[in-house]
């Protein structure tokens, strides 16, 4: 059993994987009354983040963006390009995907968050807040960096269409 564990710090270490399937962890599936708030949405700002901003992460999240792009311009939903600070004429939703890496000690694992976010901002406690209209989250888990940034794209991608797929729905 040690020599095995050895092999596969071993191996880890100098970079060869094995292609085990990716762990994926559903958080809680939305409902159709989560989608009902949707209602209305033809057209999205699109915002890709990971919670360190690692430069390492930057091309991933250039791909995800472009992958959500393509997807909603699939289901003919309108793109906008991020608005000036103060305008306040255009209010469209924001889709936001929030990534949280966690890289370290042989962990390969990623929590994701779909969310859309209204542009309106409320003052609560004396603080200025953004209301989140729709959330979605998932977690992936695989065997190296290279399977983890695949399944964190064909995440995105499930999450975008089942996004899409509601939103129809809410529209229909």
């Known amino acids: 059993m040690k020599k095995l564990l050895a092999l596969i710090v071993l191996c880890s270490a100098i970079g060869i994987t094995t292609p085990l399937p990716a762990q994926t962890t559903t958080l809680g599936q939305p409902s159709q009354e989560e989608f009902s708030r949707l209602r209305g949405i033809s057209a999205f700002y699109i915002d890709v983040a990971s919670q360190d901003g690692a430069t390492q992460d930057a091309d991933l999240r250039n791909e995800l963006r472009d992958l959500i792009e393509l997807e909603l311009r699939r289901a003919n939903l309108s793109i906008r390009p991020l608005p000036v600070v103060g305008d306040t004429e255009n209010l469209t ?8 890496f966690d890289r370290g000690m042989g962990r390969f694992a990623c929590d994701m968050q779909l969310e859309v976010r209204d542009q309106v901002e409320i003052t609560r406690n004396r603080k200025t807040i953004v209301a989140t209209t729709f959330q979605m989250d998932r977690s992936v888990s695989s065997p190296s960096d290279i399977f983890l940034r695949r399944d964190v794209k064909a995440r995105t991608r499930e999450m975008v269409n089942e996004l899409i797929s509601g939103l129809k729905k809410a529209n229909g």
């Open 93 to 100: 939703p924001m889709l936001r995907l929030n990534l949280k």
